[in-house]
């Protein structure tokens, strides 16, 4: 009798084993063959033709810039091969909620979505000057997401300033290249600060970037959306989020995968720095699903 029962239990640890070996397979199979969207998170852009820009006598560059060269190179890979720029809302309504159906036009199209974080001037110097001379070479708008603290904005247009003016945000959305979104008003870790403070600076910044671009957004959509500073999200701090914005957006270095997303507030994005080529991006980017009917 105690033969036949460890026999038994012997049998259900098989089967037991065999099952999560199944179970798990059939999961990396599903998680592998999942259609997939790069959202790719840059930082400054700097044009190392520039001798002010390379850095400070001759240093290396910051770790999170990316040089608006490469940039170009890249993007212009990505226009001459019909890729899809995707807006934050576009993402939220065709790929999140589903709420709208695709547009025929973006049918044989891979959707892809470049965004930059922080308040950088050079998005204005330096990128914005790259997506108008793409437009003017395919005839094609390259939108982009700006994700913006509006606390850390300059107030004016000097020289020495670093940090972009409301006013070069207004310019950039109203030729159609900006699709502007909350960072928080002042770029502190959300996670690190009391309920208070958290509520100022996601509901200050959605206040701030709507202000400063009203009459151009009459549909409220910038600061629909936010992109967590550093990157950091937890439970409470999701639950404050979702009462201001529609999505929010993580700094994690992960491909975003139709179908796998815990949360609208959980959107990975792939991180990119000087150290990706624009060949390692290219291929970051052929990972993207391709729009069928």
Not at 39 to 65: C, R, T, V, Y
Not at 239 to 262: A, D, P, T
Request: with cysteine.
């Amino acid at each position: 009798m105690k033969l036949i029962k460890l026999t038994f239990e012997n049998f259900t640890i098989r089967i037991f084993i065999a099952s999560l070996i199944f179970i798990s397979t059939i999961w990396l199979i599903l998680n592998l063959s999942a259609p997939q969207i790069p959202l790719l998170g840059f930082h400054s852009i700097i044009d190392i033709e520039e001798p002010q820009e390379k850095g400070i006598q001759g240093s290396p560059l910051p770790a999170m810039d990316y040089t608006k060269q490469d940039l170009r190179e890249f993007l212009d890979y990505l226009v001459s091969h019909n890729f899809w720029f995707l807006s934050t809302q576009e993402l939220y309504d065709y790929f999140l909620t589903k709420s709208k159906h695709i547009p025929a036009e973006h049918l044989g199209q891979r959707p892809i979505m470049i965004s930059f974080d922080d308040s950088y001037k050079t998005f204005y110097t330096n990128l914005l000057p790259v997506l108008q001379d793409l437009e003017n070479e395919y005839s094609q708008k390259v939108k982009v997401v700006l994700f913006i603290n509006p606390g850390t904005m300059a107030k004016s247009e000097r020289k020495t300033s670093y940090n972009i003016t409301c006013q070069n945000l207004r310019r950039g959305l109203l030729k159609g290249f900006y699709d502007i979104q909350s960072h928080g008003q002042t770029h502190k870790k959300l996670t690190e600060l009391n309920n208070k403070d958290l509520i100022y600076e996601i509901a200050e910044a959605q206040t701030k970037l709507r202000e400063c671009t009203e009459d151009l957004d009459p549909d409220k959509t910038v600061a629909s959306h936010i992109a967590y500073p550093y990157g950091a999200l937890n439970q409470r701090v999701e639950e404050y989020v979702s009462k201001y914005y529609l999505s929010g957006y993580l700094y994690n270095s992960r491909i975003f995968k139709l179908g796998w997303l815990r949360s609208n507030y959980q959107i990975p994005r792939l991180t990119v720095n000087h150290a990706k080529t624009p060949k390692r991006l290219i291929q970051m980017a052929e990972r993207a699903m391709m729009i069928k009917n």
